[in-house]
């Protein structure tokens, strides 16, 4: 089993900036690539950011100057450092982690998704 437990969200005003966190924990033998994506209301959800494992980090067009993706690999989380955030940054913000765990029958690769955080931006 993997699980992934996102934290930071908030309430902030246009402007403010907030840093979330995403923990992987489990039965984890390696951990590629990890992302944040992010889903509001009537929207489908997209890819924020994404970060592999050697570090290369890609951002959506929107977050471009404002977001920075980073990951501790000794910790086994990722981070989003969200600046300038703005109402239409109003979302859930999901982490997701391509992973391969130890299963019973031995070594599964899969993609894996947290619980979400809610993110609120005033205007």
């Known amino acids: 089993q993997v699980q992934l437990v996102e934290s930071g969200g908030g309430l902030v005003q246009a402007g403010g900036s907030l840093r979330l966190s995403c923990v992987v924990s489990?039965?984890?033998?390696?951990?590629?690539?990890m992302g944040w994506y992010r889903q509001a209301p009537g929207k489908q959800r997209e890819l924020v950011a994404a970060?592999?494992?050697?570090?290369?980090?890609n951002y959506a067009d929107s977050v471009k100057g404002r977001f920075t993706i980073s990951r501790d690999n000794a910790k086994n989380t990722v981070y989003l450092q969200m600046n300038s955030l703005k109402p239409e940054d109003t979302a859930v913000y999901y982490c997701?982690?391509?992973?391969?765990?130890?299963?019973?029958?031995?070594?599964?690769?899969?993609?894996?998704w947290g619980q979400g955080t809610q993110v609120t931006v005033s205007s």
């Open positions: 970060i592999r494992s050697g570090g290369s980090a």
């Open positions: 489990g039965s984890i033998f390696s951990i590629n690539a």
């Open positions: 997701k982690c391509a992973a391969t765990a130890r299963q019973t029958m031995g070594l599964m690769t899969g993609d894996y």
